[in-house]
Structures are given as C-alpha cells and as structure tokens.
C-alpha cells in the first residue's frame, strides 16, 4: 500500500494521543524508520516519544511546512475517526500537500480518491492518492474453507474495539518468526494494512462479503506459513461493530483464538451511547467467542493479551497474573513484557493439529479440523 | 423503489422455481397486481401459479417480445444470484429491454447502474437502472439507541438463509394491522424493498454501518408504530452470512424475536462447501439468539415460524406442533396456516414492554429496556 520507500508525515492534528491516534501510533510502532515528523500543532516542539511514548527523535511540527522542512514527501491521515470522514479542518492541510505533490495515504471510510476536489488537485501535482480501505472489487462467498487448511489460524479478538487485537497479533506473529516458526500476519484493518503493506479493511467490505474476504486473505497467507496470525476487529459484544467481528471470525475460521483486554476498562466504549453496559468478565467473554466461533469451526482461547499501558509496572504484572489465573491459561501484556508464553502455547496448538490432522483421515476433517 | 405504478415483467430465465427465484416469488405473492408476466423461456406457455403455486393467470412467456404482448413496461431481474452478479446469459436480453426504454430493477450486488454498457443504453432510450441494493450515502454508527424506544420490535431470525424469514415478517405485519396494532414492516433485502418499496438491503453496507442502518431504520419506522416487524437476514450459523446477520440483530435491537426454519431442511446450504454442518435442534439455535442479542439487548424469542412447503398439510400441521411443543411456544406456517397466534404472542410482549415502561424510571431503561 504505501507502494515505495517513504518519508512520512503522519497528520494527527489535535488528536496525538494514544487514544485518538490509532493508526498514528501503530505506524510509529511498526514503521519508525519511515517516520519524519507527526503534524499535530497543539504538540508541536515535542518529539512523538514525550506524547505517545514511542518515536524517539521524530519531531512534531505545527504544519506542512514543518513537515516539509523535516524532509516528509507523503502524508498519513493518522486518525481512525469514527465514522471515517476527513475530519473538516484538515481538508486545506490535505489539499496543501497534494499541492505540492505530496502523495496522500488515508484509511478513511470516505475515500479520498472520490472527493472531486482532491481528485483534480492530485491530477494537477501529479499525486496520488492512496485509499487503504478502499475493499477489493473481488466478491468471495465464504465456505468455511479456512476451517480445514492444514495451517493453524490464530484470530486476536477482544473486549471492545482499540484494546490492542493488531498489537497482540503483530506481536506474537514476531515471536513465533524467532522461534523459527514460518509465521504469517494478516491485516484486517487501516493501521494493520499501513504496518504489513497488504491486506484488506474488512470492515469496508460489503458486509455480504466480509466472511469471504477474511477467508481468502487466510488462504493466501497459508501458502507460505503455518501459523497464519489474523488481526481483529472490533467486538462481538459492540453494538456498532459486533457484525464485522463475527464475519472475521467465521471468514477466517481460527482454531485458536487470543482474548485482548485493556486492563482498567470496565465498559465498552460507545460514542453516542453515553455509558454502555459494563464489560463481562474475562471468562464469560472467552465463553461467548468460543461458542460464536463454533456455529461454523470450533476454536480454542489459547492465551489473554492485555494492554497495561495504563498501569504502573507491578500492578500491570499483577494484572496479568490475575487473568492468566482467571482463565488458567498463559496472559501478558505483548508490549511490555513479551510475547513468550503466548508463542509457546500457539506453537503447542500447532503441534497438535498437525498431530491431528496428520493422524485422521482427511475427509473426517472437512467440518471440523 | 419501484418509483410508480408499473407493469413488471420478471425474468427469472431457466430459473423460475421455488428455490431459485427467490425475488420474483416474493413480488408475485406480494404485488401480484403490477406483474403482467414471468420470462422462462423453459416454462413458456404455462402459468406462474402453475410453477410456484402463486400468480393465478400471469403467463410465463419465453422472451422479451412475449412480455411486450402481455403489457410489461419494467423489467425486474428475479433472481438473487450467489455474490449477486447478472447472469452473463441474461445481458443481452437486459440491453434489449433498455433499447426499448423499459426501466430495468435489479436488487444484484453488482449494480447495472455502474455498468457503462448499460448505461449508455438506458441514457440513449431514457430509461432508468434503479438499483435497489446500492446502499445508502449516509454511514450512520450504530449506538444501541433501537434498545431505547417505546416500539416493540421484533425480528425474524432464522436457521438458514431462504427459510422464510421476509414472509414471516410480513404476514405478522399484516396479522398486527388486521388486529389494530400500528405495525410497520422494515425491508432489510431485495425482494423485502420490492414488496415494501422502501428499505435498505443490508448485506449491501459496508459492514462497520450495517448496524448503524439498521438502527435507523428502525428509529424511522416506529415514528408511526407500536410494533416494528424487521426482515432478518441470514443466519449466525451460516459461514458467509453471520457478520450480516449479528450486525442486523445488535442494531435493531429487538425485544422479540421470531425463529424461523424450513420443514425438512437438516442442514446450512453453503455453496461451494460441499455438505455443511448439520442443523442444530431449534431449542439450541433459540438459546444461541437470544445469548447472541443479549451481548447488545436482551430479546427473547415469541413463536416459531415454520416453512412447510415441501410437506403435505397433514405433516405440515404436525410439524408445527412438534416444534411448538420443543420451544413451549407459538409455531405456525404463516402462508399456510396464518399468523394469528404469532399476532397474540407479539401483542402481548408489547403490552409487556409498554407496562415495564410505564412503570419503571426511564433512566433505568437506557440499556436494559
């Protein structure tokens, strides 16, 4: 998606926090190197570190001009608003740099590339406009295929949405890589898609087709790893999003699955809805994605990802104990205390299907491998 | 949709049964009065009451000029093909309708209008490509707020796709309307539009909105009524539909459900899945709706609706009672044997719901009600 080597700005005007800068803060995470500055002029002076707690040394500037100076030649819209428009006050800093030729990489619902406007200002400069979210024009019906590959599908789901389903997956896929494991991650979403440079924001998808195209991403990842580590979205338990959850689920038809949870929410988190009912425990969530999961493949929580980023470090251990004993199964916070535990018990998980699969004949696993 | 008093042709070319002409049975059952003709060209010379048991007297003819004859001004594709494209053997007989100007309505995923074969030919005649499964320009976020009204809604749901659960929908609409109750029908799919001439084809959204539309529609249709009955979609078993299925369920939010199956149907129809997994027993699939809504809003299920079609009346009737006596609860072939204790069932969870909410504080209510 971002196509060539780049030299980004990252537009996260107003909003660069941890909470409102998404698919800023993963970029900074996953692609520092590619990073030159954030645009977000309340902070403008600091570095990305003091305001989000990585991207040490990346400046952030108050404009273009900034950007420019510190050597940027395309602009990341580094928000997921709700809703995906281009939020209104950004529209002259963002017809500024297709201006000056800058290409323009958004994951916004509302695409870019259909705005008349944009459209003719990027022709005039020659360009582009890069619309990740944009799905393909490819409508594949889901069959449970993914169900029965002989590779194991880990899918990361969660308590609610932005709780850390891409983090916990790019996380573990890296661990399993260093064990040697021949590990794929599958993006699934805006920030996923800038990080891994392919993929497809299922939850733009005509929701028809959704399962379809989880499934075919699942497949295609396969063919060349035998753990495919899918990202999540959203939460079967949010009222807006809950949709998009299940048809990944049952698209990509994981065997295991890795419950996130961000420690210290209590409530899933609803714009509009003022409070949203309180969050269920931990093991009533693992109940409800087990059993969703089984009306088309049966999967397994193998593992509880938590994001401590709230907590100071011992009561983010205690946090992780705590849930590990809850669901006595292996739980960490992927960021801050690594992903070990979490590779290992995929990596049992994987010993054991192929086991198996390697014991069964193989038309007695059309349903249910 | 329709846009104004027509006379419709439906083409439904080696494929006018039961089974496969899913939309044109729908308009035939309910606007039988605009359709002048059925094209099968297979069926030629028969009746449609001849080959689907509905549409008394409307001639199956085997071309366009046969439906010129009969009087046909609009053609309506009646079919709601597998990822909803147009048959390739069905275009040229579509751009001889638009050479003709006759308007041409299609509920596909692929929209005519995006066709620019097509639309040259509907610009040149000054004919109309009405799509009625584009979805709507507004990306409204679901937040729960269908949970909250006075209405009571209720949704089909169903054990499978094609089981009856549009059919069920209106004959307990029109059940609640003989009865006084102000009752409005919300058409969620293709065929539902046709009949109601408004609505929204859910699986059609991208999927992030698809709960957020249906919230609306809801909100929109219980300004004028105390008993909103929604058009499920799909099935939370079905490996390709769910995602739609659950999204509909949380936005919605309804209150009452009602369970909807085929007489005789053991299994998921999954295309290209080879046998699927086998149904679960209806009280399984009622436990998993009613878990399934309660991660948004509480609903319960109020009756049963069977589609007996392929059975005699005498198993029909008995089939109706097994499941009754299963869930401990209405159950009935709407087309076959009425609506009337579905009707008394939702009456009284109306009556219910208005008597909790008269009774309790509203504020209490935002969530649970």
Known sequence: MLGRPRRLALLAEGNFSLLDAKTAVGILRYRPREVVAVIDSTHAGSTAAECVGIGEGIPVVGNLAGAARAGADSLVIGIAPQGGELPPTWRSLVCDALRSGWDVIAGLHAFLGDDPELR????????????VRRPPAARPIAAGR???????????????CNVGKMTAALELCAALSARGVRAAFVATGQTGIFVADRGVAIDAVPADF????????????AQDADVVVVEGQGALQH???SGVTLGLLHGAAPAAL?????????????PGAGTWRDLPPLAELRRDY????????????????????????DAARQACERAGAELSTSATDPVRFGCAALAEAAIAAWRER????????????AHHA
């Open 120 to 131: 003719a200002l990027a022709q005039a400069s020659g360009a582009q406009l890069i619309d």
């Open 354 to 365: 192929r086991a198996a699969r390697a014991d069964a004949p193989r038309g007695r696993h």
């Open 258 to 270: 890795v419950l996130c949870h961000e420690s210290g929410r209590h409530a899933v988190r609803v």
């Open 239 to 241: 009222p807006a999003y």
């Open 210 to 221: 959704v399962a379809g195209v989880a499934e075919q991403l699942v497949l295609e990842a």
């Open 146 to 160: 993914a169900a029965r590959i002989d590779a194991l599908v880990i899918l990361t789901v969660g308590s609610d």
């Open 290 to 313: 087990e059993r969703a999961a089984s009306w088309v493949a049966p999967a397994r929580v193998i593992g509880v990802a938590l994001n401590t980023s709230s907590l100071p470090e």
